[in-house]
């Protein structure tokens, strides 16, 4: 084959215009750019599906767990209604309430274990001839169970 243009064509060929059998490097350029924006588009959607847990990352455990599987939810599905739930989620600060309950369930702990050993040692015996002279802890709770499932 002959390297020579047709004689109709104009010999100023523009640069993105390659003769038969070279690279077209235009085409490889743009592949390139292509590619890279994809993968740029992917970073930036990434980045901000993430936003919601990220902002949530800082409150309570389980506030975050409940945003990340909304999120989980809105990236599988496709609804945008369980992202916007997660961001506003990620938004609001819930109010602590396990600290204070946890704090008053150690109290009445506390106050019942002191008021059971007070108890114990100011009950009166009823006929002390007949019962033992000491009562011990097992016993106690032996009667304290029969007592109660009598009741029952």
Known sequence: MSEQLHPMAPHNLPF????PGQTDVLMIV??????AAVFGVGLLYWH?????????HK????????????GLLALFTHEHLYWIAALV???IELPDFGTPLRSIAGSVERIADS???????????????AAP?????EDQ?????????SHA
Do not use: C, N, W
């Open 16 to 19: 993105y215009i390659i003769l």
């Open 30 to 35: 743009t592949g390139i750019i292509l590619i």
């Open 48 to 56: 901000l599906h993430s936003l919601p847990e990220r902002m949530a």
């Open 59 to 70: 409150t309570q455990k389980l506030q975050f767990e409940i945003v990340a599987v909304l």
């Open 89 to 91: 989620l990620a938004l």
């Open 115 to 129: 008021t059971s050993q007070v108890g114990v040692s100011e009950a009166p015996q009823p006929d002390t001839a």
């Open 133 to 137: 002279a000491t009562v011990s802890r």
């Open 141 to 149: 709770i032996v009667d304290t169970e029969q007592k109660v499932r």
